[in-house]
């Protein structure tokens, strides 16, 4: 099945610094989606990106749908203590446009 | 608008009994799809489902769970004869289309004795 491999695993930075996460795929992708997980929660949509190369903001949040369709990142800017969390990327690939195939999730902590 | 409902939150069996788990779409979304979390693993696609169809349970196994979206009411996840690697967070997400973005709902933890 398809597979996405997501880093870092986790980070532990210190309030206003600039955070930077991937996720690449063995295979082509349609859509890639940024959630982020608090605990105890479901998954709540931050970002979706939909065309190749597309870059777009979500107030301090940054994502773009790389250009071989195979890889997305996600920026986070000026990080604050609310952000910390479990951010993971999905996209759906191939004949499927319903299926989500989730990446593991980058565990964020943030030190005030 | 209220979002995605799942009860119960939190569910505790023992090995060889039921579970349900149920969902509630958000409002004017027919389209269902759950999803089951390990700890410390990305979500996993079970199953999809309009109203009254399945319409691909590839990720669901093949014995003991079924699902249904009836006309009326939420959506059951069931899973007969639990046991202990059933434990994990069982997810819904409803979309108004096939193609739009998936809203998840806050989970039901299982812990199966």
């Known amino acids: ?112 | 608008n209220a979002g995605v409902m799942q009860n119960p939150r939190h569910l505790v069996r023992r090995r060889g009994q039921e579970a349900r788990l149920r969902c509630s779409p958000m409002k004017g979304h027919s389209h269902v799809y759950w999803y089951r979390q390990l700890p410390e693993e990305g979500l996993k696609f079970m199953v999809y489902l309009q109203k009254e169809n399945i319409i691909d349970e590839s990720g669901m196994p093949k014995e003991r769970f079924s699902a249904e979206f009836p006309k009326e009411g939420p959506s059951i996840l069931r899973i007969q004869q639990v046991v202990r690697g059933d434990s994990a967070a069982y997810f819904c997400a409803s979309s108004p289309r096939q193609q739009e973005t998936q809203y998840f709902g806050p989970g039901t933890r299982l812990l199966v004795l």
């Open chain 1, 1 to 112: 099945g398809q597979q996405l491999n997501q880093s870092p695993q986790s980070m532990f930075i210190q309030e206003g610094e600039d955070v930077s996460m991937n996720c690449t795929s063995s295979s082509i992708f349609n859509t890639w989606l940024w959630y982020k997980q608090d605990p105890g929660e479901g998954p709540v949509l931050l970002i979706a990106l939909y065309k190749a190369g597309e870059l777009t903001s979500n107030g301090r949040l940054t994502a773009q749908f790389g250009i071989t369709r195979k890889d997305s990142f996600l920026n986070i800017s000026a990080s604050i203590p609310s952000d910390v969390g479990i951010y993971f990327c999905a996209g759906n690939s191939g004949g499927s446009n319903y299926k989500l195939t989730f990446g593991k999730g980058t565990l964020l902590t943030v030190n005030p």
